[in-house]
């Protein structure tokens, strides 16, 4: 088989596991989702470079290995002598010829790496928050949703900061992942080249449920995506204060800890809390009307439930008053 030979058949496995040389594919392959962003092209070339040149040295080293050890062989007759100590040519190749490929890849990545540091002017930023566990995300409007939504085609800038411990953002289709740091900002930024919905997940280990701190990014076609922004951050003037408060309690967050079927989570059910009374943590206790529910938003601290950590995080500043009545006006209506 010639050298061409070789590479032609390699090249046409690594194409068929999904590494084609020419970058990002649209379909999945065998390692990744299909494509969704202009910032995945650079990444899976990268990636095919390396894995590429890993296989074929793999291969190489490993074939060789076998043939000497069979034709090397001790035998009986062939008593090894003095090896050669020395051979320019060689070192020299093996020398160049590493160097080569490192500077190569440096010089991909490098560029790859750029591209994705550098969100281009124009682009829309949307602040991104990870906390314990979940992803919540504030338009410029201020309207703060629990999945990411972005138009198609347009440049978006996010802005990244968490609340509590270090979490990745990773959007797999998109090739995007970036670190959520508490007490500073770190920025990604992806195009989004085909309408639809994406995985997003945490990609660094934050705690007993980080598998859980999953949402989606729907990418909105052409125009729809202001209808969405528009019609979303409406909620309160749209809906009854009651149906308000249900979108709220589940995309605010609520849900995450508080069942509304009187399942406890991390925190107590919703479900025939209001009007009754709650037993607290350092003894007595107070009845679920709207005074104590509005303090337990805003400082949840300071009334712990009985049986339960003070882990909730106070949504002062996060949660407008009229939204805090919305969802009690919701808890009303759970019944036991
Ligand atoms: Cu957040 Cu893992």
Redesign the pocket.
């Known amino acids: 088989m010639t050298g061409a030979g070789i590479f032609g058949s390699l090249h046409g496995a690594i194409g068929r596991i999904g590494l084609g040389a020419s970058g990002a594919s649209e379909a999945p392959s065998f390692w990744l989702p299909g494509a969704a962003s202009t910032t995945a092209e650079g990444v899976d070339r990268v990636f095919a470079l390396i894995y590429g040149i890993a296989l074929v040295f793999f291969l190489l080293i490993v074939a060789l290995m076998v043939v000497f050890v069979v034709r090397y062989r001790r035998r009986p007759g062939r008593e090894t002598g003095e090896g050669p100590s020395h051979n320019t040519f060689l070192e020299l190749a093996w020398t160049i010829v590493p160097l080569a490929l490192v500077v190569v890849i440096f010089w991909q990545g490098f560029r790859t790496f750029l591209d994705l540091a550098t969100p281009p002017a124009n682009a829309y930023e949307i602040l991104v928050n990870?906390q314990?566990?979940k992803w919540t995300f504030t338009y410029p409007n201020g309207y703060v949703d629990e999945r990411l939504h972005v138009p198609v085609d347009t440049p978006v800038r996010l802005v990244l900061s968490s609340e509590d411990?270090?979490?990745?953002f990773f959007v797999p289709s998109f090739r995007v992942k970036m670190d959520?740091v508490p007490g500073r900002y770190t920025k990604s930024w992806f195009r989004a080249t085909k309408p639809g919905e994406y995985d997003v997940f945490?990609?660094?280990?934050?705690?007993t449920s980080?598998?859980d701190?999953r949402t989606t990014v729907v990418v909105h076609v052409p125009g729809e995506f202001e209808k969405w922004l528009e019609g979303a951050s409406n909620l309160l003037a749209k809906l009854p204060p009651a149906e308000a408060g249900a979108r709220l309690y589940t995309t605010r967050g609520c849900a995450q800890c508080h069942s509304v079927d009187g399942r406890s989570g991390t925190g107590p059910t919703f479900k025939g809390l209001f009007g009754h009374p709650v037993r607290l943590r350092e003894g007595g206790s107070v009845i679920a009307d709207e005074n104590y529910l509005r303090e337990s938003v805003l400082a949840p601290d300071a009334k712990v439930a009985a049986g339960y950590q003070p882990v909730m995080p106070t949504y002062k500043g996060r949660l407008k008053d009229a939204e805090i009545t919305a969802i009690i006006e919701y808890l009303k209506t759970l019944e036991k």
């Open positions: 990870g314990k566990w411990v270090i979490h990745s959520a945490c990609a660094e280990y934050c705690g980080h598998s701190m």
